[in-house]
């Protein structure tokens, strides 16, 4: 049928070609970037009560009174409510390592202050623990949020850059 339906065709003559280009490989897949943690280091604590803040060598006093007052603001924020301080902990790891790579000098996360769970934070423990032990070299300086951003139940992180 369809020999019968081109019959008396003709080619047409002159036709533009384009000549076919090979089709070129794709390009070299992009490196994983690997989030390297880096070393953990001492952090100098200063606790009183539930108001807690630690600084890295080097950082003043004052760096850490402008952020408990809420001068310097979060650019970023990570709310653990819900967590398990197993999956807090690895959402914090990987927070922390965006907000280095992003270059953000400040954020918040809030862990919540355990009204829920008889006046026990075991999220905030964790929290101010894997920021004070495992991840304290992403760690400037700490301290807890303003009354404004959660008190006691958040921490500002000034992550280093």
Same mark, same amino acid.
Request: proline content about 7%.
């Given at each position: 049928?369809?020999?019968?339906?081109?019959?008396?065709?003709?080619?047409?003559?002159? %036709?533009? !070609?384009?000549?076919? %280009? /090979?089709?070129?490989? /794709?390009?070299?897949?992009?490196?994983?970037?690997?989030?390297?943690? /880096?070393?953990?280091? #001492? &952090?100098? &604590?200063?606790?009183?009560?539930?108001?807690?803040?630690?600084?890295?060598?080097?950082?003043?006093?004052?760096?850490? #009174?402008?952020?408990?007052?809420? %001068?310097?603001?979060?650019?970023?924020?990570?709310?653990?409510?819900?967590?398990?301080?197993?999956?807090?902990?690895?959402?914090?790891?990987?927070?922390?390592?965006?907000?280095?790579?992003? !270059?953000?000098?400040?954020?918040?996360?809030?862990?919540?202050?355990?009204?829920?769970?008889?006046?026990?934070?075991?999220?905030?423990?964790?929290?101010?623990?894997?920021?004070?032990?495992?991840?304290? *070299?992403?760690?400037?300086?700490?301290?807890?949020? #303003?009354?404004?951003?959660? *008190?006691?139940?958040?921490?500002?992180?000034?992550?280093?850059?």
């Amino acid at each position: 049928m369809f020999m019968d339906a081109i019959a008396g065709t003709v080619p047409m003559t002159g %036709r533009d !070609r384009v000549a076919a %280009r /090979p089709i070129a490989p /794709p390009p070299p897949a992009r490196p994983v970037v690997r989030d390297v943690v /880096p070393s953990p280091q #001492a &952090l100098a &604590l200063d606790a009183g009560g539930e108001q807690i803040a630690a600084r890295a060598p080097g950082v003043n006093r004052a760096q850490i #009174a402008e952020l408990r007052r809420g %001068r310097v603001r979060p650019e970023a924020t990570l709310d653990l409510h819900g967590f398990t301080t197993d999956e807090g902990d690895a959402a914090l790891r990987r927070f922390l390592a965006e907000a280095q790579r992003h !270059r953000r000098r400040c954020v918040l996360v809030i862990h919540g202050r355990g009204v829920h769970a008889g006046g026990v934070s075991v999220l905030r423990d964790s929290v101010i623990g894997a920021l004070t032990g495992s991840l304290s *070299g992403y760690v400037h300086c700490l301290s807890a949020a #303003a009354p404004a951003d959660g *008190g006691t139940g958040a921490t500002y992180v000034m992550v280093k850059s």
